[in-house]
């Protein structure tokens, strides 16, 4: 599944060693939302900035990502549905 079209938006952020530094806290804090998850650091220029958007995907479905995004932020984590 790893391959799948649906994924989730974690975080946008200066730069990729934050977006990595952003993944490591995340699953320290919710190691059981995490689990079996791989970060997808992806960098992005928009109106002449740079960052680096912080997803996961792997998700079968857009309700299993809707899903996701719900259990995340229940515990506090920011979640956006991202297609890739």
């Excluded at 995490?34 to 912080?54: C, I, K, Q």
């Amino acid at each position: 599944a790893a391959s799948s079209a649906y994924g989730v938006q974690l975080a946008a952020l200066a730069s990729e060693a934050s977006a990595q530094a952003e993944w490591a806290r995340l699953t320290k804090a919710a190691p059981g939302l995490f689990a079996g998850r791989t970060p997808v650091v992806e960098r992005v220029e928009h109106a002449g900035s740079v960052f680096f958007r912080l997803r996961t995907r792997g998700f079968t479905s857009i309700a299993d990502a809707t899903e996701f995004c719900a259990h995340a932020k229940a515990q506090g984590v920011a979640c956006t549905l991202a297609r890739f």
